[in-house]
């Protein structure tokens, strides 16, 4: 539970543009309520995104001319190419970790 929420509150701020919060020593968290505990929580950010992020942000491409006719002429759709070639290199580098 604590980890849902944990990592939905970061993924939101990501998909906003702001950066993930700064990790800090465990001796360095103070709680503010008496007789509070503290525990660590571990998050798979990249797993939770890839379940349930889902803001998409637009971006521009150059490509060749003749690829653009070959393309139209196809009916590739440049967006679901794009998209699909970065997932794949996405599997590919964090399999690799």
């Not at 020593?25 to 797993?47: E, N, R, W, Y």
């Not at 971006?59 to 997932?87: F, M």
Request: glycine share 10%.
């Amino acid at each position: 539970m604590a980890e849902g929420a944990a990592s939905g509150w970061v993924l939101a701020e990501l998909e906003k543009g702001k950066g993930a919060p700064t990790a800090r020593s465990f001796k360095d968290i103070h709680p503010q309520t008496a007789g509070a505990t503290v525990c660590m929580i571990a998050l798979d950010l990249d797993a939770y995104a890839e379940k349930y992020g889902s803001k998409a942000v637009r971006k521009n491409v150059t490509i060749p001319a003749w690829l653009d006719t070959w393309a139209g002429q196809q009916g590739v759709t440049y967006s679901g190419t794009l998209r699909q070639a970065l997932e794949e290199e996405y599997k590919q580098a964090t399999l690799a970790h």
